[in-house]
């Protein structure tokens, strides 16, 4: 089988043209590795930048590489209308058998629904709730990028959906849903339980009211002290957001918290493996990459009770949830696995052996198959 994946290039997105090897999002590069363990498949992935850029011509065996140059005009500005242009006259030279978008808020889905071949899209944030959430001002980014995924999710073959809240939310509009959730890359996974007494905490996301990290920090002042924590925010920060401004004063009043920026997956999973938990307060969450990473690398975690959270982590079985409103609902989730890292290890076994067998790339490629397979009536 022949697949075209249309995904976004990390060089574009950080304009680090200068770089010599593509990267993809978490997910995306998850399901590419599995697919690489897939012999029997070709898979050209394609991408649109703003900028020429030097690329290897192959990721894997069985992987080949398109970048695409499409000048500014072509992209948010004209409804990606360039990119769709590119993309179409690169997919009738590749002749794939099914066209896989990644994200609906650029120029994949659209692109994808464009390309005059069979198709699917994958959701990986849901634009219109997110817009409808931020309130989102007429024709801002999230306003756009709404509408963008209101336009692509009834003319595609079908949407892979990675947790209920999606295919919840497109269910009535969708021709066709699937439950699949993210592929989680094979570094992520260990053979055991790291550091079951640790009280180092790690929080990740963007520094965003999202994301909630200021009422997390306040959530921990009652029993930082206690017990002794250190809390490491990762995550990109905006320093001329007033929510940044806030988080970081709170952080220089807080010897027990301070923020490590934005790191290497390298570095992620050398933090995992010396972490005690792992702690996602978020507000809205459809399927939190970091979460399945830790539960890979054995770290126990709380999550919030929210969005497509509770796809993935079943309170007492297999990670702790909470109510990431409620202060108190934090606070306590939290002192209950440092109280009881008996518990802890037990929710982090479980945890690690659900992820091998639903997480794992080859296990979630091979279930790609399978939809592409349905698509095109095989």
């Known amino acids: 089988m022949?697949?075209?994946?249309?995904?976004?290039?990390?060089?574009?997105?950080?304009?680090?043209?200068h770089l010599q090897h593509p990267t993809?999002?978490?997910?995306?590069?998850?399901?590419?590795?599995?697919?690489?363990?897939?012999?029997?498949v070709e898979v050209h992935v394609v991408t649109c930048t703003q900028q020429p850029m030097s690329s290897p011509a192959k990721l894997a065996e069985n992987i080949w590489f398109h970048s695409l140059h499409v000048p500014k005009w072509g992209w948010m500005r004209s409804f990606f209308l360039g990119c769709t242009?590119?993309?179409?006259?690169?997919?009738?030279?590749?002749?794939?058998?099914?066209?896989?978008?990644?994200?609906?808020e650029r120029f994949c889905a659209i692109s994808a629904v464009s390309s005059g071949f069979k198709n699917v899209i994958t959701i990986h944030g849901n634009m219109r709730i997110l817009a409808?959430?931020?309130?989102?001002?007429?024709?801002?980014y999230p306003w756009l990028a709404a509408r963008l995924e209101g336009f692509v999710v009834p003319r595609t073959d079908g949407v892979v959906c990675i947790t209920d809240y999606t295919r919840n939310a497109v269910r009535d509009t969708a021709r066709k849903t699937w439950l699949l959730p993210n592929a989680i890359e094979r570094r992520f996974f260990t053979d055991g339980i790291r550091n079951p007494g640790s009280k180092v905490i790690l929080c990740v996301g963007v520094i965003c009211p999202r994301k909630n990290q200021v009422e997390f920090i306040r959530a921990l002042d009652p029993i930082a002290d206690r017990h002794g924590i250190q809390v490491l925010f990762l995550g990109k920060a905006s320093e001329d957001l007033p929510y940044v401004s806030e988080f970081n004063k709170l952080l220089s009043e807080r010897p027990w918290a301070k923020h490590g920026g934005l790191v290497s997956r390298e570095d992620l999973k050398a933090?995992?493996?010396?972490?005690?938990?792992?702690?996602?307060?978020?507000?809205?969450?459809?399927?939190?990459?970091?979460?399945?990473?830790?539960?890979?690398?054995?770290?126990?975690?709380v999550a919030p009770n929210v969005g497509g959270v509770p796809d993935l982590v079943r309170d007492g079985q297999n990670g702790i949830l909470c109510d990431p409103q409620d202060r108190r609902s934090i606070t306590a989730a939290v002192e209950k696995l440092l109280l009881h890292p008996d518990l802890a290890t037990r929710l982090a076994k479980t945890a690690r052996a659900e992820s091998e067998a639903r997480f794992h790339p080859k296990v979630v490629a091979s279930r790609h198959l399978e939809i592409y397979r349905e698509v095109l009536g095989l």
């Open 2 to 17: 022949r697949i075209a994946v249309l995904t976004t290039d990390v060089r574009e997105d950080y304009r680090e043209y």
């Open 24 to 40: 993809f999002g978490t997910a995306p590069l998850a399901l590419l590795e599995g697919f690489g363990l897939l012999p029997d």
């Open 85 to 104: 242009v590119a993309c179409r006259r690169k997919l009738r030279a590749i002749r794939p058998d099914i066209v896989h978008g990644q994200g609906t």
């Open 132 to 140: 409808k959430l931020s309130q989102a001002p007429r024709f801002s």
């Open 271 to 301: 933090l995992l493996d010396s972490a005690g938990l792992l702690v996602l307060p978020s507000l809205e969450d459809n399927c939190p990459m970091v979460v399945l990473e830790a539960m890979a690398s054995g770290v126990p975690v």
